[in-house]
């Protein structure tokens, strides 16, 4: 790691050293956290100002986002169908993983 000497207000010095023992954190440790968290932050917005930039160069229909907002309500608006997970007194019938049973009882009705 490089060592790099900055210049910070003493206030912010001393709020990120109480950051820092809260978090057990170093304050190397915690700058470096924050300056990641900030440099993502910058990263969205810069990919969501390109993505506002697209928009506005080829706008969307108003009939394309009326069947995404359909197609949208739609999923929301299905109907949960806990499918029969009964035995019948007869026992498991199946030889089923765990994985498959969890699989199988989340599994939405038609």
Do not use: N
């Not at 207000?9 to 900030?38: N, Q």
């Not at 108003?62 to 739609?74: P, V």
């Not at 929301?76 to 007194?89: A, M």
């Amino acid at each position: 790691m490089a060592v790099v000497k900055i210049v910070i207000d003493p206030k912010l010095l001393t709020g990120a050293d109480r950051a820092a023992r809260r978090s057990k954190l170093s304050r190397s440790a915690l700058i470096r956290d924050a300056l990641r968290e900030h440099l993502a932050r910058l990263e969205v917005r810069a990919q969501e100002q390109q993505d506002r930039e697209g928009y506005a160069k080829y706008p969307q229909a108003y009939e394309e986002s009326l069947a995404w907002e359909r197609e949208a309500a739609g999923a929301l608006l299905k109907p949960f169908k806990l499918r029969d997970g009964s035995f019948r007194g007869q026992g498991l019938q199946e030889k089923l993983s765990w994985q498959e049973i969890l699989e199988r009882s989340y599994q939405r009705g038609e």
